[in-house]
């Protein structure tokens, strides 16, 4: 593995220069792969194997919207989409990309269709790591991987597709064959990503369940929602509440962190604005840490895997989700939103 410097500690990578394609390959020459769900992970992954010329199928419900998105995929009954045992009993590699709650229901059927030395595969730590809570405890004859893109899988197909990649943490549970490290770095490299780091099963869950609920996802939609309506509550107008929260950030300031760093951003806005940023980032910082605390106790103590479990598994679980979805949707906040993407200029006569 390649060593990198990662601000002054060392960490070990897989590039792809390194675990070739070619590789990748060979290693799974002889492995028929079956993904089973094909909701967001599961169309990424096969479709970027498929292309790369690994032998693909699909293990899905039969019937419902998931089923129909495969056919219209290419994916065909009987040849290369089965239900879900029939796919799995086909595999030699299981890949697991049902939602977290439904493999914990469908476990059995998957366990009871493993054959000595199959290789599991996860995308994330969750199902293996509270195994008290989903009761997934694979048979000791099976490999066990993980491979998790840093990422949704619409950019896993869509960076793919563009020839860049998303970055994955790759980690092996349980060696059975001697092969599964083997496999689980072909595996990574197999379905696009850029490039691989290291971790554990609980790492990675640990650290997935925070930053989703965190920076990426929910504090993110938490402090956007303050501070539009601190700025509607005094006065501003949507279109501009909405303008200097969302998309200045979206179109512009983050394009150059990305592009570049913080710092890079920050030396791209005026000097006043880099004054009060400077000034009010440990203020924000500061003001957080209590909640951060909350929520990395509340994952490591399984209670955000309890609630989700809860609600992920209720028959009614979608139609509810939708419900708070749509609430978001059709707020003021995300109403201007919708009215401000309309005006970007490549959105004009659409
Ligand atoms: N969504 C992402 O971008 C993303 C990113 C990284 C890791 N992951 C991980 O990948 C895995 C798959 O996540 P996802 O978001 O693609 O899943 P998803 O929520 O899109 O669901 C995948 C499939 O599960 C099926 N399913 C749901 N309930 C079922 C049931 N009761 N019986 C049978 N099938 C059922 C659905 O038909 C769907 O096709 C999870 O472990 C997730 O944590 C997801
Ligand atoms: C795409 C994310 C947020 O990184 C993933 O962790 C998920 O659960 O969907
Ligand atoms: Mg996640
Ligand atoms: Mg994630």
Known sequence: MAKIDFGGIIEEVVTRQEFTLDKAREVLKDEVIAVIGYGVQGPAQAL???????????????????????????????????????????????????????????????????????????SHGFSIVYKEQTKIVPPENVDVILVAPKGSGTNVRRNFLDGSGINSSFAVFQ??????????????????????????????????????????????????????????????????????TVEELTQSLIRLVAENGMDWMFGNCSTTAQRGALDWAPR????????????????TSGEETRISLESNSQPDYAEKLQVELDAIKNSEMWRAGAAVRSLRPENQGK
């Open 175 to 244: 060696d059975a064959t001697g092969r599964a490290m083997d496999r689980c770095m072909a595996m990574g490299i197999a379905i696009g990503s850029g490039y691989l780091f290291p971790t554990t099963f609980q790492n990675e869950v640990y650290s997935d369940l925070t930053g989703e609920r965190g920076v990426l996802m929910g504090c993110l939609a938490g402090v956007m929602e303050a501070q539009y309506n601190l700025l509607r509550k005094n006065g501003h107008s949507p279109s501009e509440a909405f303008n200097e």
């Open 284 to 299: 924000f910082r500061d003001a957080v840490v209590p909640v951060f605390d909350q929520l990395y106790e509340s994952v």
């Open 48 to 122: 970027n194997l498929r292309d790369n010329g690994f032998k693909v199928i699909i293990g899905q419900r039969d019937g419902g919207k998931s089923w129909d998105k495969a056919i219209a995929d290419g994916f065909v009954p009987g040849e290369t989409l089965f239900p879900i045992a029939e796919a799995a009993a086909k595999g030699t590699m299981i890949k697991y990309l049902l939602s977290d709650a439904a493999q914990m229901m469908l476990w059995p059927v998957i366990k009871e269709n493993l054959n000595e030395g199959d290789c599991l595969y996860f």
